[in-house]
């Protein structure tokens, strides 16, 4: 199995230690890719609209993008650790997703997404650790991942040497768990209704946009989507 960790701050606490208790769990360090964020990807999204219109590698970070765009693509499953900043995600994370913008679903979605699995790791000292999850759920979902799970960690504490013993056994415990869960599912691939869904409502337009000559348009046509293909179908 191969994975991708992207963590969404550049220390070694708690989020990254429970994603390392998952890893080991799952396969050796040969299979693992991992990226630290902002180090690995400094920069935001300017908004410039150039992967929209010319192309994803035209970005002016793509340079910063290119390697973890290619691990991401290799991936069987994709862990993504963020703290709680503030009731969300880190900047640094939302920062890398928007450059991911025109993977969505209504652009131009892969259909390797299709059949990748997530896992999302939130960790707060007290609160806040759904809607961290979700800042990170949301774009993989239109990405078009149907296989996400989040794991929520309540902290209590500032960093990863504060966190009591009892609690650490609770998340060795949980990781086993969810480790089992994440290879028995492993060669079962289900795109779920909502993603389906979702997929055939931007189909309806870019049926209607047919012949546009727009980017997204053409790639649509290109995939064969707007005929009998599918990007889950391969
Ligand atoms: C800037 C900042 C904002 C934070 N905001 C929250 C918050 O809104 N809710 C919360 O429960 N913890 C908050 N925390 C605490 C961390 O989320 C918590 O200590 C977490 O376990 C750290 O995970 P890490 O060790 O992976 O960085 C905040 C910490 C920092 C540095």
Partial sequence: MKIT??????????????????????????NISEFFLPKDMPEFCIGCYTCLIKGKEYCPHYK???????????????????????????GAMKALLDHYFTWFVVHRPREE???KK???????????????????????FYWGISDIRIYKLRSLAMSWSDVNNERREKIENDMIKLAKKIKNNYDKERVSLRCKVVFYLMRMAQKKDRGSGTKDNQYWLEKGWLD???PWKK
Avoid: W
Avoid at 66 to 76: A, N, R
Avoid at 121 to 130: D, E, K, P
Avoid at 131 to 137: F, H, N, T, V
């Fill in 5 to 30: 960790i992207i963590h969404g701050q550049n220390h070694k606490g708690c989020s990254y230690h429970v994603s390392r208790s998952l890893v080991e769990k799952l396969t050796t360090d040969d």
């Fill in 64 to 90: 910063y993008m290119k390697p973890i765009t290619e691990s991401i693509l290799k991936s069987d499953l994709l862990i993504f650790t963020t703290p709680v900043y503030c009731l969300r995600t880190t």
């Fill in 228 to 230: 009998d293909k599918r």
């Fill in 113 to 115: 997404m299709y059949f």
């Fill in 118 to 140: 997530a896992v999302i790791i939130s960790s707060g000292a007290g609160s806040g650790m759904r809607q961290a999850a979700k800042d990170i759920k949301d774009s993989l």
